[in-house]
């Protein structure tokens, strides 16, 4: 199914998250499901339709400004800060709402990547209680469900929607400026700062960071912002390597100090552009509101951990546990057994294969197998099956065509032991 034709059902603003189903779905499934999010979620706001060219069901979800609030303050979303209040990024809290920069704007508030950020966090979260079951899935009690029952193929997939508005913004800053030549001498400000600006022709046109940040998330924006900076600071080992590479000699000796010369200058080159990054990251970092992110033993569990209920020694908060012994206990006597096993076996498989093709060695010619003092050269493969003349031709490239149905197989049952012990890891 096109994601295109469900960007133009409804407008982005009815609608953050798209969860699809497959056309096969019953009507017990999608009660079942509506029903769970509706009760275990009753900030979201979620509408079923139909769409009528593929014949498939889906749930759209969205959620009102005081539930998204709420969810903000549950989620620990860091939001800017006014200047009247020390500005600054700080944990969104509903208690002072009031110190937050646009908080009266319902619309341009919350970015369309932290609705959706938001309304993600909950669905993950919507946990089954004990003995719940949907057809032939039985439910662990605290166990995600829709993961699950996306894993299950019950969900088809579960994606947000695209604004068109910020999209067709982004295309005429961002994309457009690419094929849009900038005047001379102009730096190029978005992809560095400090003390490796230079001037725009030798550099890639300005990203809009802050908008790629807004929209997409941190992790894209810092990325684009990385790339401009290293293409920018590229430009010196580049002008310098030319330069060297012009006034060399045609004579070894100058050659090699020319390569001990441009290997220093590499050298001093990276240690600076590391340290430069360094503190351009950590910029990018404080201003996006990542610098001081909490440490991963504060963070909460990703949906699919099972366990059991317990009160955390370190936040004093419910949380799901399960003992580290028992995890490597199934790491030892599960996990390495089966990796080793599997390597073994097709270790033997292509063992047999190879001495398929090879075959025995036969005796020199002209002399018995005993008298024979020197190995003769290994054969080639495939000749003692093509040295068979009675064979069709086929046939004696049996061995290797018996070999590549064995490596597909393989990579299936592979596959699904993997997925299996991922599963299993998820304790």
């Known amino acids: 199914m096109s994601h295109k034709a469900w960007m133009k059902t409804v407008p982005t603003e ?39 060219h593929t014949r498939v069901y889906a749930f759209f979800v969205t959620a ?17 800060v006014k200047a009247e209040f020390g500005g600054g990024m700080r944990s969104f809290s509903c208690e002072e709402d009031y ?34 079951s949907l057809h032939n899935i039985h439910f662990l009690e605290g166990q995600p469900i829709i993961p699950e029952l996306a894993a ?61 940040c807004d929209y997409f998330g941190v992790k894209i924006a810092m990325y684009f912002a990385w790339l401009g900076f290293y293409t920018s600071a590229m430009v010196y080992p580049a002008v310098f390597g030319s330069i060297l590479y012009t006034f060399t000699e045609s004579d070894q000796t100058s050659q090699d100090i020319c390569c001990v010369v441009f290997a220093i200058f ?22 996006w509101g990542t610098l001081d992110t909490p440490a991963e033993s504060i963070e909460e569990p990703r949906p699919q951990f099972r366990g059991v ?13 399960y003992p580290p012994w028992k995890r490597l206990l199934f790491q030892c006597l599960v996990s390495l057994p089966v990796c080793l096993s599997c390597l073994f076996f097709v270790f033997l498989l292509m063992l047999g294969c190879f001495q ?9 010619a002209g002399l018995p197998a005993p008298c024979v003092l020197t190995p003769s050269p290994s054969p080639s493969p495939q000749e003692f099956v093509l040295s068979i003349q009675e064979l069709p031709r086929i046939i004696r490239f049996l061995p290797k065509i018996v070999l590549a149905v064995i490596v597909s197989a393989c990579d299936e049952v592979y596959k699904k032991i993997a997925y299996w012990l991922n599963d299993m890891g998820a304790w």
């Open 152 to 212: 299950r193929g019950v969900i088809q997939q579960v994606f947000p929607l695209h604004e068109q508005r910020i999209l067709k913004r982004l295309m005429k800053s961002w994309v457009q400026a690419i094929c849009e030549a900038q005047p001379l001498g102009t730096v190029s400000r978005g992809w560095h700062g400090g003390g490796l600006g230079v001037p725009a022709p030798l550099t890639p046109p300005s990203a809009p960071v802050d908008e790629i």
């Open 266 to 287: 590499n050298v001093i080159w990276a240690t600076l552009f590391l340290e430069e990054w360094k503190r351009r990251g950590a910029e990018f970092a404080y201003k």
């Open 309 to 321: 209920k317990r009160i955390s020694p370190v936040t004093s908060a419910e949380e799901f546990y």
């Open 64 to 80: 009102t400004y005081e539930s998204l609030l709420r969810g903000a303050d549950e989620i620990g979303l860091r939001k800017p």
């Open 14 to 52: 009815n609608c953050d998250v798209l969860m699809t189903f497959p056309d096969t779905t019953d009507d017990h499934t999608l009660l079942w499901l509506l029903n769970h999010i509706r009760l275990g979620i009753p900030e979201l706001i979620v509408q079923v339709r139909h769409h009528k």
């Open 99 to 132: 110190i937050y920069e646009n908080i009266e704007n319902e619309l341009y508030f919350f970015t369309s990547q932290e609705r959706q950020n938001i309304i993600r966090y909950w669905l993950e979260n919507l946990r089954a209680k004990q003995g719940e």
């Open 356 to 364: 398929l093709q090879v075959g025995p060695r036969p005796a020199r």
